[in-house]
């Protein structure tokens, strides 16, 4: 599957089912000497597991990382570094009744279609929320390539579930994302994010949202324009990850309703560097990092499976169908997804670093 792989010089490709045996990844391209084990990896996929709290999916997954290769006396080797989870707490018996009748929202339908109706459909297969563990092993490792040789740092978070809102504070830390169930900064928002998805869930609906995401220590210079540009890669790890509908970098939508001076931002000098008094352009200028942190949020839409019934066709039949989807399910998929969009930024950044030198072969 040549869409299970993504990066040019440090490649992640990702495996497995959501139901199948286990979930993996493979990280070609790290540079040799980093140093490295299961416990860089694990504790941001404990940020990720299901079951955390009241307002994911009540799905056991204790997500334990084995790696398999790619790691000597716990530095990097060079060689491509594979890491597994097992799944443990699978219910494939939830989809029996969906093998003809596509959900709606899901992919079942055009994974049919695509792969003649050979696709694992349980779970939603290799198309589930759950290979973003998988993302999240790779960028575990991206992440600490970034911050051991550059101290480049992202730090993502939940600004809006529903129409409840935030202005994010500012000088916002890794612990002040995960004091909450909701993963925001802002305490009170938090609250009243967390009530609208138990009420969403209550009615046996789900609820969207939006993340943003900051990184900051990002040198000027990185980027492959035309068609490779630090927004073209960004946005499109971001896509990768499942029920993100929309991406924004800086001012984004709200900079088309302001003039050219207004969205234009200055350059400034600041400890005798080159800066922008403003980041309207999040960071990112001719598709090349500009200094300034690298700033977008990225729209989540509700979760598909929802416990109301609903309406579908048999495609065995071709008749209209009714169904109601059961299993464990997410009724917002927003507070798990911050350690996933760190880890795709984190994926595309350390690529670019590496393809412009500022990060070798050998640390």
């Keep these: 599957m040549i869409g299970a792989s993504i990066g040019h010089r440090l ?4 495996f497995g089912e959501s139901h199948g045996a286990l979930v993996g990844a493979t990280l070609t391209g790290c540079p040799a000497g980093l140093p490295l084990n299961e416990s860089d990896i694990q504790p941001i996929l404990d940020k990720r597991r299901p079951g955390q709290s009241s307002i994911t999916t009540q799905r056991k997954e204790l997500d334990s990382v084995q790696i398999l290769s790619g790691i000597y006396r716990q530095r990097s080797t060079g060689a491509p570094i594979t890491m ?45 929320g759950r290979l973003t563990a998988t993302q999240v092993m790779g960028g575990a ?35 002040d994302i995960y004091k909450n169930d909701t993963r925001c900064p802002d305490q009170d928002a938090a609250s009243r994010m967390k009530d609208a998805i138990v009420k969403a869930r209550g009615s046996g609906n789900t609820i969207g949202g939006v993340i943003e ?77 500009n200094g300034m942190p690298i700033v977008f949020r990225a729209a989540f839409k509700p979760a598909s499976s929802i416990a109301k019934p609903q309406d579908t066709i048999n495609t065995e039949t071709m008749e209209a169908a009714r169904i109601q989807v059961r299993g464990r399910h997410d009724p917002c998929v927003v507070p798990r997804a911050p350690p996933v969009v760190d880890a795709m930024t984190s994926l595309v950044l350390a690529d670019h670093a590496i393809l412009t030198g500022h990060i070798g072969a050998v640390l």
């Design 141 to 175: 490792i991206a992440g600490k390539l970034l911050l051991h040789t550059l101290d480049i740092q992202t730090l993502s978070y939940t600004i809006s579930i529903g129409n409840v809102q935030t202005a994010v504070p500012t000088d916002i830390t890794y612990d």
């Design 84 to 128: 597994v989870i097992h799944n443990k707490d699978q219910k494939s018996a939830d989809y029996d009744n969906l093998l003809n009748m596509p959900r709606p929202g899901h992919s079942d339908y055009t994974a049919k279609i695509r792969y003649g109706g050979y696709n694992d459909p349980r779970g939603g297969g290799i198309f589930s």
């Design 213 to 289: 995401s900051i990184t900051t220590g990002v040198p000027p210079g990185l980027g492959e324009p035309i068609y490779n540009s630090l927004e073209s890669d960004i946005a499109s790890a971001i896509f990768s990850i499942p029920s993100v509908k929309g991406i924004e970098f800086g001012s984004g939508f709200a900079g088309s309703e302001s003039t050219g001076s207004e969205n234009n931002d200055i350059y400034t000098i600041h400890d005798n560097k080159i800066r922008t008094a403003t980041n309207n352009s999040g960071g990112i200028l001719g598709g090349i990092s």
């Design 11 to 14: 490649v992640l490709t990702s």
